[in-house]
Nanobody, 121 residues
Framework: QAQLVESGGGLVQPGGSLRLSCAASGSIFSINDMGWYRQAPGKERELVAR???????NYADSVKGRFTISRDNAKNMVYLQMNSLKPEDTALYYC???????????????WGQGTQVTVSS
């Protein structure tokens, strides 16, 4: 069984910065994409940033230029550096990974428990 655990969330003032971390552990044969999604109250979960093994990235238009995703494949970790935070960035941020738990299983989507980011003065 694989687990994704996020950390680094918290309360920050507008214009501030936070760095989120996510560690994948447990039964992991291989990982393809890793990334971050978020869900604000009353809204659907949305893509924030995503990175493939190749390093190719996708960002939501709303965060492009402010957020940077990175990953350490050797450590099965993914990070999200968030700068110039805005109140509208307030949400529960979820770590995502497409991974293969064992050689006898195929890839499936896995999610962390979420870490709260609140941007407010």
């Amino acid at each position: 069984q694989a687990q994704l655990v996020e950390s680094g969330g918290g309360l920050v003032q507008p214009g501030g910065s936070l760095r989120l971390s996510c560690a994948a552990s447990g039964s992991i044969f291989s990982i393809n994409d890793m990334g971050w999604y978020r869900q604000a109250p009353g809204k659907e979960r949305e893509l924030v940033a995503r990175m493939a093994l190749s390093g190719r990235t996708n960002y939501a238009d709303s965060v492009k230029g402010r957020f940077t995703i990175s990953r350490d494949n050797a450590k099965n970790m993914v990070y999200l550096q968030m700068n110039s935070l805005k109140p509208e960035d307030t949400a529960l941020y979820y770590c995502y990974a497409s991974l293969r738990p064992t050689p006898s299983t195929w890839f499936s989507d896995h999610w962390g428990q979420g870490t709260q980011v609140t941007v407010s003065s």
